[in-house]
């Protein structure tokens, strides 16, 4: 019986995650996120950030569109592939970006 595609490609990453000890996740290169509380959001894997205020920032990711809403919001820290937002965060959610 032959393999497709997509079943080769995932024991591959099933394969490479399993020899370097590594989440399936992480060696595909999907968002990590964590919450601590309501006080702090922790991502890896964003490709930048699409908007930013005191109440919403969105960050861009290779699984779409992450939305965190909120008070007194900010960036405590950010590189090309990790950030850290603080404040009060009430709301974090998975957006559909529409094309215009």
């Not at 024991?11 to 020899?19: I, K, P, Q, T, Y």
């Not at 996740?25 to 919450?35: I, T």
């Not at 861009?60 to 405590?76: Q, S």
Request: hydrophobic share 45%; glycine share 12%.
């Amino acid at each position: 019986m032959e393999r497709n595609r997509k079943d080769r490609e995932g024991g591959v990453l099933s394969a490479v995650a399993e020899l370097f000890d590594l989440p399936a996740d992480v060696v595909a290169g999907l968002p990590h996120l964590e919450l601590v509380g309501s006080r702090q959001l922790y991502l890896e894997h964003h490709t930048g950030i699409l908007a930013y205020s005191e109440t919403q920032i969105d960050a861009n990711t290779t699984a779409g569109v992450l939305r965190v809403r909120g008070e007194r919001l900010t960036l405590l820290a950010m590189t090309a592939e990790e950030l850290r937002i603080g404040g009060h965060i009430a709301a974090v959610e998975w957006v559909e970006v529409k094309g215009g």
